[in-house]
């Protein structure tokens, strides 16, 4: 591998491209500003035995302190456009939620408005089946276009797995366009629901801080007794903990913020810390809900199914 594509970097940081700030760097780094680079890219990977993951926002992201092997992309210029045809929004993979919720409700389009509230992109959305405030993204999902070694297919909302912040895709699989069907309705109301919704994210969730979002999912568990991630936490004592440069905030227990000096380490430790204090005193085990890039194996051994 000692020749590499044009705008392919070796050792790239990537903690810059997370909203928690810590990890290591990529091995190889690519930004794809269309749908055809994404695919040389990936075909390029393939051929030479290279894995690929992608950056989107970086909002549920953790990158390993020892970095990422293989290939990182990002997805920019025309695979994070944002492009209105009807009630149809077509969107880039690399396209920031929040962005497309306003894009709709300048339009007069509404479905997608819980979305100002996931500080995420589009593909990280489709990959993770976003969902807040009642609203889920599969509901107004028309179809994905997916980029992996055996080239690019389209899929429909039935072909993607879908449950609770899951979906089916692979690792490799980048989702590089998806298109969503909206319903119309006065813009000003749906202007209006965007406010309501960002004011009561800013009074019950951090803000302002290095912190990526919710850390793990709520359970179905009956012992939760339909009690959230963040109130198990909170009644275990987690509220605040800290453990090297990592702690759970003291306005919501699910959010993990990074005091200045935290490593991805640091993270783990006080994650580990969080569930083994709700297994004890509930009998349940959390899952996460923050993805990771790199080898960090306590998160996956933490997910079930």
């Known amino acids: 591998m000692s020749h590499l594509p044009p705008g392919v970097h070796r050792d790239y940081p990537l903690a810059r491209f997370t909203t928690i700030r810590t990890g290591g760097p990529a091995e190889l780094f690519a930004r794809a500003g269309t749908l055809e680079q994404l695919e040389r890219l990936v075909a390029w990977a393939a051929a030479e035995g290279v894995q690929v993951g992608v950056v989107g926002s970086g909002s549920n992201l953790l990158i390993a302190d020892a970095g990422v092997p293989g290939l990182v992309v990002k997805l920019d210029k025309d695979l994070s456009k944002i492009e209105l045809d009807g009630n149809r929004m077509q969107c880039g993979g690399g396209a920031r939620l929040p962005a497309v919720s306003a894009r ?4 007069g389009l509404t479905g997608i408005e819980f979305g ?27 179809w994905v276009d997916v980029v992996s070694s055996s ?79 963040g109130q198990l936490l909170h009644a275990a004592g987690c509220r605040g903990l800290r453990i090297g440069g990592a702690g759970f905030s003291a306005k919501h227990a699910n959010f993990v913020e990074n005091h200045g000096d935290a490593t991805t380490a640091d ?32 998160l996956r051994d933490w997910t079930h199914g």
């Open 151 to 229: 080239g690019t297919t389209r899929r429909r909302p039935d072909e993607l797995g879908f449950g609770y912040r899951r979906s089916n895709l692979h690792p490799g699989e980048i989702v590089a366009r998806a298109c969503l069907i909206l319903d119309p309705a006065p813009s000003a109301e749906v202007k209006a629901t965007l406010a309501d919704m960002r004011a009561r994210r800013k009074a019950a969730q951090p803000s302002g801080i290095k912190t990526f979002g919710s850390t793990f999912k709520n359970p179905d568990d009956p012992r939760a007794d339909g009690r959230t991630a």
């Open 267 to 298: 993270v783990i430790a006080l994650m580990a810390e969080g569930r083994r204090r709700v297994k004890e005193q509930f009998g349940i085990e959390l899952e996460p809900e923050v993805q990771a890039l790199g080898a960090i194996e306590s």
């Open 104 to 107: 709709a409700a300048s339009a």
């Open 116 to 142: 100002v509230n996931i500080p995420g992109s589009v593909g990280g959305a489709v990959r993770m089946n976003a969902n807040a405030y009642g609203g889920v993204l599969a509901r107004v999902l028309e």
